[in-house]
C-alpha cells in the first residue's frame, strides 16, 4: 500500500512538474475578474 501511494504522489508531481513547463499557470489573475467587465455590445439591427 506503501507503493501504491507513492506511486500516485509521484504521478501528481509529475503532473504539476509538467503544467509548469507548459505554462498552464501564466495568468491567474484574469480569469477570475473577467465576468465583471461587460461584454462589447453588438448592434443586432444591421444585417
Known amino acids: 500500500m506503501l507503493v501504491v501511494s507513492l506511486l500516485i504522489a509521484l504521478f501528481f508531481l509529475g503532473s504539476f512538474?509538467?503544467?509548469?513547463?507548459?505554462?498552464?499557470?501564466?495568468?491567474?489573475?484574469?480569469?477570475s475578474?473577467?465576468?465583471?467587465?461587460?461584454?462589447?455590445?453588438?448592434d443586432s439591427k444591421k444585417g
Not at 35 to 41: A, P, T
Request: aromatic share 20%; glycine share 0%.
Open 33 to 42: 475578474i473577467r465576468m465583471l467587465f461587460d461584454d462589447e455590445k453588438t
Open 17 to 31: 512538474f509538467w503544467a509548469t513547463k507548459n505554462n498552464q499557470f501564466d495568468d491567474d489573475y484574469t480569469p
